[in-house]
């Protein structure tokens, strides 16, 4: 065969381009049937939500940190959006390999479908049935729309399919239409995004459902309340945020891409593993146990130095050594490991309960039910650690056990297994970049070493001696502390560093390190400038 009858027998390229958007339109079709479809099936399972998970699961610690350093709480909408494109590209590929063979693209929708159940699939998928039944799903319509597209191809005599000219006798195509291909991109778009947004309004609806539930729960009083809050433990500094994060403000960093909605009704806690007497608890039956308040700050391990990913909240609920009393816990149990109702796991050496740390299964916060993306109904709060090792939400079971037999999620891929909260300060206001007018000028911010307290502040202008900040009256040694400090502002571009000691004395340390593997380090430093 010639270079030129290959030419003439391969389809125009237009065809090819029509081709392409043909397969992105089917591919776009069939994701949005399937989430609409998962989100009226039993537990609204999501294909979307599962490979999110599992690439959050997989992405090493590197690159994983590097996205929330750079995007912060952005790094899943951004997921979620990657993995759309995915779908369309992988579709708009299909659609341009199958231009002269249409009747192979069902084939390929079908493989692509079990290429994304196996990349959503692992062990702790809630819903392995609902998966497969979302990505046949998937397919069948992605196929249907297709074959609507293509539907007036007609085979040529070598077994290819003609397209946009003449047939061997004399007739013509139509297939592949432009105003075929637009008329039906424009519809499918316009269904997708009819069909996500009512499968999100769904997902939405179920929370609705569980936050009337959560709103009509009775909380019992605290049998040892948390010490009220000191008059001052805010100072009164323009854009100081307050000592209590609100429930709405606290910080989100979990691997799963939407919070599992969990009815309190079937809920239950599970004490198991190395113990004499494994106990299985209701929710009714957790809220009737003795209960304890306290002020706990947490801090997420991913928090860069002078980043926001840390928290300060009144919790109650169970302390866990009392819990674990009830079950009697073997001498070989080392670790504390919780599982939550996705799967995810936590754990920290059983010995850090030893010192008499607060250590809860906590149901409520700041005076409420658990806010769904803050674990409803119950989480675990362990002061003094990061919560990688330690805040496991959604709580469903609580493991005595080694790390040998059970690694954690994050210890599993190479984090530390320490976890302990390193001191940390960081100045608030002024902001980083912000101008300031010559003279008296507030400055302000908090510091935290969780279960071993703050001791003292000082702040240093322009690598200058360092000066002592005033310390807003102590929450308790596992909370952060607020402090504040007047500078006589000058002139110029000027350098302002923060450091805290604990009340040992003991100062925070200088030494730049990163987050991985197990939480950055250093002085927070901003720049003001000053007219």
Known sequence: MTRTDERADAPPATSRGRATLSGAVAALAGLATAELFGAFLP?????????????????????????????GTLDKPLLVATIVAVVIGGGALIGRLCASRPRRA???????????????????????????????????????????????????DDGS????????????????????????????????????????AARRGSASTLDAVRAALTLPRPTDPARPVPAGATPALDGLAPAITPNADFYRIDVSLSPPVVDPASWSLTLEGRVDRPMTLSYAELL????IERLVTLTCVSNEVGGDLVGNARWQGVRLTDLLAK???????????????????????????????????????????????????ARLVVPGLYGYVSATKWLTAIRLTTIDEDPPFWVARQWSADGRIQAASRIDVPGDGATVTA??????????????????????????????????????????????WQWDATSGSHELRVRMHDLDGAPQSSEERPVFPGASSGLHTITVDVS
């Open 43 to 71: 537990g609204r399972p999501s294909a979307v939500s599962y490979a999110a998970d599992r690439v959050i699961a997989a992405t090493p610690a590197g690159p994983r940190e590097a996205v929330i350093g750079a995007v």
């Open 106 to 156: 069902p084939w390929w929708f079908a493989g692509g479908a079990a290429l994304g159940f196996l990349v959503a699939w692992n062990a702790t998928t809630a819903d392995l049935f609902g998966l497969l039944l979302l990505v046949s799903v998937g397919a069948v319509v992605a196929s249907l729309v297709w074959g609507r597209l293509v539907r007036d191809a007609v085979p040529a």
């Open 161 to 200: 399919t003609a397209y946009d000219g003449e047939r061997g006798d004399g007739g013509t195509t139509a297939d592949l239409d432009r105003r075929t291909v637009l008329r039906a991109a424009g519809a499918v778009a316009l269904l997708s995004a009819l069909g996500l947004g009512l499968a999100a």
């Open 288 to 291: 009737a146990l003795p209960s």
């Open 327 to 377: 079950v009697g816990v073997h001498p070989d149990a080392s670790l504390v490991l919780g599982r939550s109702v996705d799967g995810f796991t936590a754990g920290f050496p059983r010995q850090l309960l030893d010192d008499g740390r607060d250590a809860m299964v906590a149901y409520a916060m700041n005076g409420e039910p658990l806010p769904l993306e803050h674990g409803f109904p």
């Open 439 to 484: 003279g008296r000028v507030a400055v302000g911010g908090r510091a935290w070493h969780q279960h071993t307290g703050v001791g003292g502040v000082d702040v240093s202008v322009d690598d200058g001696p360092w000066q002592q900040a005033t310390l807003a009256p102590a929450l308790g040694v596992d909370a952060w502390r607020l402090w504040s």
